[in-house]
């Protein structure tokens, strides 16, 4: 796996590229110069936990016959305060995932969120080396 990243201005600017050509801006705030003009690390952090989970989560449930009409998840995270110091690391990340769909088990939906989150995704098990992980489901 290769990531490359270009700066793309005289500040914190920068483009993300994978090995396949596909791209993702990256910035900072403006009180370390950036513009805003992406996520910020952290954010593509807790961004990545949701992904992964999310193509975990349907591919779980699409194997039980289980396919949601929609998915979304909103991540949450929470980093570790320490006095004077603002680059720390996540104390707690929570994704909330909300599915709509006909006949959608719950039992199931909650058994494939566990699998993802305690199994099969790499973010998240190696975001909890640090990180309280949790999260909660809604079925529409």
Same mark, same amino acid.
């Given at each position: 796996?290769?990531?490359?990243?270009?700066?793309?201005?005289?500040?914190?600017?920068?483009?993300?590229?994978?090995? =396949?050509?596909?791209?993702?801006?990256?910035?900072?705030? =403006?009180?370390?110069?950036?513009?805003?003009?992406?996520? &910020?690390?952290?954010?593509?952090?807790?961004?990545?936990?949701?992904?992964?989970?999310? +193509?975990?989560?349907?591919? +779980?449930?699409?194997?039980? @016959?289980?396919?949601?009409?929609?998915?979304?998840?909103?991540?949450?995270?929470? &980093? +570790?305060?320490?006095?004077?110091?603002?680059?720390?690391?996540? @104390?707690?990340?929570?994704?909330?995932?909300?599915?709509?769909?006909?006949?959608?088990?719950?039992? @199931?939906?909650?058994?494939?969120?566990?699998?993802?989150?305690?199994?099969?995704?790499?973010?998240?098990?190696?975001?909890?080396?640090?990180?309280?992980?949790?999260?909660?489901?809604?079925?529409?």
């Amino acid at each position: 796996m290769k990531i490359s990243i270009q700066r793309l201005n005289d500040a914190v600017h920068m483009e993300a590229k994978n090995e =396949d050509g596909v791209t993702l801006q990256m910035d900072g705030t =403006d009180e370390i110069g950036g513009i805003n003009g992406g996520f &910020r690390p952290m954010q593509m952090l807790l961004a990545a936990a949701g992904g992964c989970s999310a +193509i975990d989560v349907v591919g +779980i449930l699409k194997k039980q @016959k289980q396919n949601p009409d929609d998915l979304q998840i909103e991540v949450t995270g929470e &980093r +570790i305060t320490l006095e004077g110091e603002q680059y720390t690391e996540f @104390k707690t990340i929570h994704l909330h995932f909300i599915l709509k769909g006909d006949h959608l088990d719950e039992k @199931k939906v909650s058994r494939a969120i566990d699998l993802s989150l305690n199994k099969y995704c790499s973010v998240s098990k190696t975001l909890a080396k640090t990180a309280e992980i949790t999260s909660s489901y809604e079925v529409n």
